[in-house]
């Protein structure tokens, strides 16, 4: 029997508009984005259907935005599909915590609250530190990592084969992207980020991040979820907490994560939430593996009936 997992879209995957044609589509969509607005005690739905994209592409808007997009595609496929089974989650990033969600380890609220709490922490850093971030194309992670040591800058995220992220101080990220091109990089581009995620100057949102998990109830997970700093699924529940902390200035191992499902015999996939990144990442990872995504009303429809 085919084993399938679901996996959650990370920080990046936001657009005005997200969600929206689901809201109109389905009353039980809408209800969730009404207990979200209602959770937070402000209107993030406006924000995730109307923009401005200034508004929403704030890490404090962005990270529950995509959070709560990816949980109303995860329940209305549930609801679509009711012979849905899932063996594993993992989400990329902040896409962790919707994962961990999805498989029981922490209620919607909780998940949502903290999402919401991550990003303001993360934009606090941000706006303390002088930092950036840039995709090196076609360059493989060895040499990619002698980069990183020479320009001092750190591996961000290892998404897919020939696709990887640096992060570091913004001036240290220009001479990286140089050095890149010299190695031999078909492209070196810088992204337009707040600031440099998944590095060390991240480290002050930790303690902020560790204080505000404690007053989220963590449960036993139903299903495995992978984590990224670890490339394996969460060890038990006095784990998730310092892992989730970790990540926050530790590389995103997504490559590796996806090999490890694929030798656990995982062949479906279902990407849940606003664009279709994960699915592109799949498909240079192992073309052979079944992708689904459900990220709008049209999406929804054609991964319900390939399921059915």
Same mark, same amino acid.
């Given at each position: 029997?085919?084993?399938?997992?679901?996996?959650?879209?990370?920080?990046?995957?936001?657009?005005?508009?997200?969600?929206?044609?689901?809201?109109?589509?389905?009353?039980?969509?809408?209800?969730?984005?009404?207990?979200?607005?209602?959770?937070?005690?402000?209107?993030?739905?406006?924000?995730?259907?109307?923009?401005?994209?200034?508004?929403?592409?704030?890490?404090?808007?962005?990270?529950?935005?995509?959070?709560?997009?990816?949980?109303?595609? *995860?329940?209305?496929?549930?609801?679509?599909?009711?012979?849905?089974?899932?063996?594993?989650?993992?989400?990329?990033?902040?896409?962790?915590?919707?994962?961990?969600?999805?498989?029981?380890? !922490?209620?919607?609220?909780?998940?949502?609250?903290?999402?919401?709490?991550?990003?303001?922490?993360?934009?606090?850093?941000?706006?303390?530190?002088?930092?950036?971030?840039?995709?090196?194309?076609?360059?493989?992670?060895?040499?990619?990592?002698?980069?990183?040591?020479?320009?001092?800058?750190?591996?961000?995220?290892?998404?897919?084969?020939?696709?990887?992220?640096?992060?570091?101080?913004?001036?240290?990220?220009?001479?990286?992207?140089?050095?890149?091109?010299?190695?031999?990089?078909?492209?070196?581009?810088?992204?337009?980020?707040?600031?440099? *995620?998944?590095?060390?100057? !991240?480290?002050?949102?930790?303690?902020?991040?560790?204080?505000?998990?404690?007053?989220?109830?963590?449960?036993?997970?139903?299903?495995?979820?992978?984590?990224?700093?670890?490339?394996?699924?969460?060890?038990?529940?006095?784990? !998730?907490?310092?892992?989730?902390?970790?990540?926050?200035?530790?590389?995103?191992?997504?490559?590796?994560?996806?090999? *490890?499902?694929?030798?656990?015999?995982?062949?479906?996939?279902?990407?849940?939430?606003?664009?279709?990144?994960?699915?592109?990442?799949?498909?240079?990872?192992?073309?052979?593996?079944?992708?689904?995504?459900?990220?709008?009303?049209?999406?929804?429809?054609?991964?319900?009936?390939?399921?059915?």
């Amino acid at each position: 029997m085919s084993k399938t997992a679901l996996l959650f879209a990370g920080q990046g995957a936001q657009v005005v508009g997200m969600g929206k044609d689901l809201a109109v589509a389905f009353p039980s969509a809408k209800s969730w984005f009404d207990r979200a607005n209602a959770a937070l005690g402000y209107d993030l739905t406006s924000i995730c259907f109307d923009g401005p994209e200034a508004e929403l592409t704030k890490t404090e808007n962005a990270q529950p935005g995509i959070f709560l997009v990816s949980w109303v595609a *995860y329940q209305l496929l549930k609801e679509r599909v009711a012979a849905l089974q899932f063996q594993a989650t993992a989400g990329l990033s902040l896409g962790e915590f919707t994962a961990l969600t999805a498989a029981g380890a !922490m209620s919607f609220e909780d998940g949502l609250r903290v999402v919401r709490q991550r990003g303001r922490f993360m934009q606090e850093a941000c706006d303390v530190t002088k930092g950036g971030m840039a995709a090196v194309i076609g360059l493989e992670e060895a040499p990619t990592r002698e980069v990183c040591a020479e320009a001092g800058v750190v591996l961000a995220n290892l998404n897919c084969p020939g696709q990887i992220v640096i992060s570091g101080e913004a001036d240290k990220i220009t001479k990286a992207c140089e050095l890149a091109k010299v190695k031999g990089a078909k492209r070196a581009i810088p992204l337009v980020v707040a600031g440099a *995620y998944h590095s060390p100057l !991240m480290a002050s949102a930790q303690p902020k991040l560790r204080t505000e998990l404690l007053n989220v109830k963590f449960s036993a997970t139903r299903v495995p979820v992978v984590s990224n700093v670890t490339a394996r699924p969460h060890a038990g529940l006095g784990e !998730m907490s310092t892992r989730l902390v970790e990540q926050v200035t530790s590389s995103v191992r997504w490559e590796e994560s996806m090999r *490890y499902l694929l030798a656990q015999g995982f062949t479906r996939f279902i990407e849940l939430g606003p664009g279709a990144a994960l699915s592109g990442f799949m498909k240079r990872i192992d073309k052979t593996a079944q992708m689904f995504n459900v990220a709008d009303a049209a999406s929804l429809e054609a991964t319900v009936k390939a399921l059915s």
